[in-house]
């Protein structure tokens, strides 16, 4: 089975305030849809087009997975709290196998 994959890379944090609410409600519940952080943070360096602001890549076991995750009201209760604090660049993707 593919594994499947959060990938966000925010372009803009307007609202820090916002960001730090849905952080602590995103973490819990990404974690009990299963998810695992592999990375979360501020790139080190970027290159080509890229925008030295957070990024978060979390891994599920499968893609079906990582989109009930963003469906879950958890979930969408940390998309609530973060509202218009960020413009990200949010893709589920799967994994090689």
Request: net charge negative; charged share 30%.
């Amino acid at each position: 089975m593919t594994k499947g994959y959060w990938v966000s890379a925010y372009k803009e944090i307007s609202n820090p305030e916002k960001l730090a609410a849905y952080v602590e409600l995103a973490g819990p519940a990404i974690i009990k849809a299963g998810g695992k952080f592999l990375i979360r943070g501020i790139p080190a360096e970027t290159f080509e087009h890229g925008i030295k602001e957070r990024t978060v890549v979390v891994e599920f076991e499968t893609i079906e997975a990582a989109l009930n995750a963003h469906k879950s009201a958890d979930y969408l209760k940390a998309l609530e709290a973060l509202d218009d604090g960020a413009i990200r660049d949010f893709r589920i993707i799967g994994g090689i196998e």
